[in-house]
């Protein structure tokens, strides 16, 4: 079974930027989206932004015009470039892989992201 790998997490200042990645372990070409979700402490997991095999994106609203995923499906990697980060973007990111023919849906392991005020 596919497995996903998040990086790029860490701790940065309110204003600041982080690119996390998400590489595949195979191809990532079948799945019908790929997604970044996050879970801040006592909250439930949501989604931040997905992204279709065609290239149609989603976001969250308190995401829009700050954040942007994309994917490389000849590297395998879905990437969520995070700008004008704030303290309330603090949460662990995971990726997620979802192929809606098969229902399979595949979760990497997360990373952490600290904002700082």
């Known amino acids: 079974q596919v497995q996903l790998v998040e990086s790029g997490g860490g701790l940065v200042q309110a204003g600041g930027s982080l690119r996390l990645s998400c590489l595949a372990s195979?191809?990532?070409?079948?799945?019908?989206?790929m997604g970044w979700y996050r879970q801040a402490p006592g909250k439930q997991r949501e989604l931040v932004a997905d992204?279709?095999?065609?290239?149609?994106?989603n976001y969250a609203n308190s995401v829009k015009g700050r954040f942007t995923i994309s994917r490389d499906n000849a590297k395998n990697t879905v990437y969520l470039q995070m700008n004008s980060l704030k303290p309330e973007d603090t949460s662990v990111y995971y990726c997620?892989?979802?192929?809606?023919?098969?229902?399979?849906?595949?979760w990497g392991q997360g990373t952490l992201v600290t904002v700082s005020s």
């Open positions: 997620n892989a979802l192929n809606l023919i098969t229902y399979l849906e595949v």
């Open positions: 195979e191809s990532i070409f079948s799945f019908s989206k």
């Open positions: 992204i279709g095999s065609g290239g149609t994106t």
